[in-house]
């Protein structure tokens, strides 16, 4: 493994895990030779295999001496100088003690060690499943538990929290910290001895619940690093300590088995305290609760009381649009993608005027739906951008004018009461122009709670970023958009034009300016932008001329953030409908796709904005990554024609250092390749964490051609496109991968497992992460083969045209390869053949005028992919093929075009025009025979062909093949 500094350089110490044997018994732990080899790389890369890791193969490449080897046996760790020709002794010298540790339970067997650098000492550790006989790859630990109440290492430092707010005996909660990360084994053997994990908490920390007998076996655990009591401060948000009047707040409660006892016990003692219920959190486990603050530090005492922060009102968030957005196209006929009368979505707002003449398809109600709420019309500005039918007024046509709407009373009902019931309606989103809390970007008891619903009923949610009275200012979003599994959304003025190049990001002063990222814990948020300007939508019926916004029933500059909300929610119910209906070609059952999957599609389909450019973002106020996201929403790249979707709607689950792979094969370089990792990461069911995302799965693209290799969000902070190298993204649960002019060939796309804690696939026993993928690129032609010899050409222009890189795609399984020169009389044959010695083969090269034959072997049927670009046309509608002019001289060509055309006779036709031919026949295994082709037949992508001439032309001629504008 090797490590570097700040400047790029190696330093000098590597660590290589090679087992030669080990035998496990019981603890005390028994061992034969183990190897781990450290030392010095002279500056030279070490080589690996195809997953990452190193081996002792590879270690004839260095001189003798140049490591340090350290073995370990039945003493402890010896050292000494590996030589390839000694075998190790015990005769070595200088033992030293790792720390070797063996689950009994499971035999899970770890072991963790120091290295030193000139950049410090880190602690390594590494795991074995199948005693000893193979090691996961060393992984560097960091100890530090990070809750907001204090940052610290509980083997060096006490927290520093006051000691009124400390207990000193068993409530029955604690942290537990383990040295190496969580994995199956370990998770079941706490569920064994009746420990239960709640939380999990950075780094390596998990809250637990259990006995004091219990505890005492979690100590003695070899694997468990340190167990230290849940504190009270940690369970209090520091926003909370400074004030001293009576204060609404948030009390959530630790989740018993369903029987509720936890909510009653704590509600109880809350109005013992003095404090009133506002909601009896029976439905989420939260207690809303009015207390006097002085009694904060009493409730925190409270053993079944997680977390406790500041309660808040719902706060509202205050014609080009369906054009600008691509929503207007999709919804005209042949595509119709307008909702279609199945697709139920939900607008959560203040009030709305159910009287409108274009909010008729608002069919279900949750709470009071009228006016006698104030600012209803903000509820039914929203609603118009989403359902409007446009009815009365054409121009107000929401983005789903035929779907099913619902709309539910924020000022009533809580996030849990109306997602259940949305859940019941079989709705697919949630509109929520709305936020609780501060415009501070911090991860709350609301975060919490809408991670949990999604996570839960797999809804999409898609939140307001709020509009901050300092949104020149970073991480001013509202507390619901940072929610790790919520589409959050920040706004960009789109001018009120139909063009991209002028969106930008406006700072509106005071109260009208969208919220910027990043989140308190750095993670990329809002996740994508809404246009946030001159909105033309329904407004409530004027009565008196005071009813709406403005005097009429339409207003025609609604917008902010709660305007760019709207859109989004609605275009994630195109989504839903282009899904449903197998728009992708991968649903042909009809199943609605997963809140994961929506995500991804609208991330991987959005318009990004040039960051840090004078004609889109102000480059003065910050970063624009986090003003943007990943761009403005964008349908019209969703239902490019011209464009492939690979797409895991959630289906392949990974358990830690477990990996997915995925190839993909792209045409050419002048359409953008586009990779989105999404995942519904476990809700941050308690909130003291810093950090909020609990599994960590990791994007890894490959360029096979080349090797480059693109880690997930590399380079894209301060770039629309992915800069290669890097590290891999251990904060986000969004990772994309963009990649402006791709290479032509195949690309490999990994999902790695590479930490999980927590379980985040309820329906499957394992601990274990599903996720969403989707990759948008333009696709390299396909033309099946089947074993045997084919009689094939090349419908694209070859940016390569050297036969290794030409046939890349299905190498090994091609033997040979022959083609007709029929300018070449004397010697018409050319051949490649496998087996010749290099330098023996006459055909090199092959290119788009050529048919040639090529022997498939080994496998019944390969796809091969062929890459390049169009041709460059003639008279913009044909590609000239020349042909060799003698009478009885066949040409063995291809057919240049991935445009199929009709034989309608024998005489001359457009798709033979230009030339005198007596017939045309056609090879190939799959066909059977060779053969002469009828004139009702069509030419085919990728087929070769033979040209039988009849008469010599005075000039060579040419085959003009058409194509289709």
């Known amino acids: ?16 895990f090679v087992v030669v044997g080990l035998v496990m018994t019981a603890t005390p732990v028994c061992m034969a030779e183990a190897v781990i080899v450290i030392g010095k790389s002279d500056g030279r890369d070490i080589e690996k295999d195809s997953k990452g890791h190193l081996h002792m193969a590879y270690q004839d490449e260095f001189e003798p001496g140049s490591f340090e080897i350290f073995y370990t046996n039945n003493i402890g760790l010896k050292k000494g100088e590996w030589n390839p020709s000694t075998k190790i002794t015990d005769t070595l010298s200088d033992s030293i003690e790792p720390d070797f540790g063996i689950d009994s339970i499971s035999g899970t067997m770890f072991i963790t060690w120091t290295e030193v650098s000139l950049e410090g000492n880190f602690i390594y550790t590494s795991i074995s ?37 400390k207990i000193y005996e068993s409530q029955e909660y604690y942290l537990v910290q383990l040295i190496s990360p969580l994995n199956q084994e370990w998770y079941d053997t706490l569920q064994v001895i009746d420990g239960t994990i709640y939380s999990y908490i950075p780094n390596n920390a998990f809250l637990v619940k259990m006995s004091e007998d219990v505890k005492k076996v979690v100590e003695d655990m070899p694997y468990v690093r340190w167990v230290g009591l849940y504190h009270p401060a940690y369970k209090i948000d520091q926003g909370l300590m400074e004030n001293s009047s009576r204060i609404e707040v948030n009390v959530v409660v630790f989740r018993d088995d369903g029987s509720r006892e936890n909510i009653i ?19 989420n486990y939260i207690i809303v609760a009015e207390i006097n603050a002085e009694m904060i530090d009493e409730l925190a005492f409270i053993p079944d009381v997680a977390w406790i922060d500041e309660s808040s009102s719902p706060i509202p968030c205050m014609n080009y649009i369906r054009d600008f957005t691509g929503a207007k196209y999709l919804q005209t006929p042949p595509l119709d993608f307008d909702g279609g009368g199945y697709i139920v979505g939900e607008v959560k707002d203040t009030g709305i005027d159910l009287t409108h003449p274009d909010l008729s398809n608002i069919v279900y109600t949750h709470g009071t739906a009228d006016e006698s709420y104030p600012m209803a019309e903000h509820g039914t500005c929203t609603s118009g951008i989403v359902f409007s039918t446009g009815a009365n007024d054409e121009n107000a046509k929401g983005m789903l ?44 008891t609301y975060s919490m709670e809408d991670d949990l619903l999604i996570f839960t009923y797999d809804i999409t949610m898609v939140y307001s970023a709020g509009n901050s009275d300092d949104g020149v200012g970073p991480k001013t979003l509202s507390q619901d958009s940072v929610a790790k599994n919520v589409i959050g959304v920040g706004g960009l003025n789109h001018q009120n034009t139909p063009e991209q190049d002028d969106d930008r990001w406006v700072n509106g002063g005071v109260g009208n300016t969208p919220g910027q990222g990043p989140s308190a814990d750095e993670r990329i948020k809002p996740d994508i932008a809404g246009p946030s300007d001159w909105i033309y939508t329904t407004d409530s019926v004027d009565g008196d001329g005071n009813d709406g916004y403005v005097v009429g029933n339409y207003i025609s500059y609604f917008g902010l953030t709660s305007g760019a909300t709207a859109v989004v929610s609605g275009a994630s119910g195109i989504v839903n409908q282009m899904y449903m209906e197998n728009w992708f070609e991968n649903n042909p059952i009809g199943a609605k796709p997963n809140a994961a999957t929506v995500k991804a599609l609208l991330i991987n389909s959005a318009h990004q904005i040039d960051i840090n450019n004078d004609h889109s973002l102000d480059s003065s106020q910050g970063d624009s990554r986090y003003q943007q996201g990943w761009g403005m929403v964008d349908l019209d790249r969703i239902h490019d024609s011209d464009l492939d979707h690979l797409i895991v709607d959630e289906a392949s689950n990974l ?4 990996s997915d792979t995925y190839t993909i094969h792209v045409r050419n370089s002048l359409k953008p390749l586009k990779i989105s990792l999404v995942w519904t990461d476990p809700p941050g069911s308690y909130a003291p964490a810093i950090r909020d995302v609990y599994n960590n ?28 190298g890097g590290t891999a993204d251990s904060l986000n649960n969004v990772e994309n991968v963009f990649i402006e002019n791709p290479t032509s060939g195949p690309w490999q796309i990994e999902i790695i497992a590479q930490t999980i804690n927590a379980d985040g696939d309820l329906g499957t026993p394992e601990l274990d992460q599903n996720y969403a993928l989707v990759a948008s690129y333009f696709p390299a032609l396909e033309v099946p083969l089947i074993e045997g010899w084919q009689l094939i050409s090349l419908p694209l222009d070859q940016e390569d045209t050297t036969l290794e890189m030409v046939l890349r795609s299905i190498d090994p399984y091609y033997d040979a390869v022959q083609y007709f020169d029929a300018h070449d009389p004397a010697d018409p044959w050319k051949h490649w053949k496998r087996d010749k010695p290099p330098g023996m083969n006459d055909l090199t090269d092959l290119n788009h005028e050529m048919g040639f034959y090529i022997y498939i072997l080994g496998i019944p049927e390969i796809t091969f992919y062929v890459y390049g670009l169009d041709f460059p046309v003639n008279f913009a509608n044909y590609v000239p093929v020349t042909l060799y002019d003698d009478a009885g001289i066949w040409n063995m060509v291809g057919y240049p075009s991935n445009k199929v055309g009709v034989l309608r006779d024998a005489a001359l036709n457009n798709l033979l025009y230009g030339i005198d031919i007596d017939s045309v026949w056609i090879y190939g295994t799959s066909l059977g025979v060779e053969r002469k082709l009828k004139s009702t037949e069509y030419f085919e992508l990728g087929r070769g062909y033979w040209f ?18």
Do not use: C
């Open 129 to 165: 499943r199948d005693k000893g006989k193979s090691w996961s790859e060393p992984r560097k630990m960091d100890y530090e538990i990070l809750i907001k109440a204090d940052v610290f290492d509980p083997l060096f430092e006490e927290p520093e929290i006051p000691s009124e707010l």
């Open 265 to 283: 016990g704590v509600t109880n003692e809350i109005k013992a305290l003095g404090g009133k219920i506002i909601h009896d959190g029976k439905d």
């Open 401 to 444: 004018p035929e779907a099913v709407g619902a709309f539910a009373n924020m000022y009533e009902l809580s996030r849990t009461e109306t997602i259940v019931q949305l859940h019941t309606w079989e709705g697919v989103f949630q509109s929520n122009s709305w936020f609780q809390g501060d415009l501070n970007s911090q991860y709350s």
């Open 697 to 724: 799965l990791d994007l890894k693209v490959t360029d096979l051609t080349t090797g480059t290799i693109y880690w997930g969000n590399n380079g894209l902070i301060t770039s629309k496109w992915s800069s290669p």
């Open 1 to 16: 493994m090797e490590k570097h500094n700040r400047n790029g350089k190696t330093t000098i110490f590597l660590i290589i």
């Open 655 to 658: 358990q830690e250092s477990e």
């Open 948 to 965: 039988a001439m009849i008469l010599p032309l005075p000039s060579p001629p040419e085959w003009e093949v058409l194509i289709d504008p």
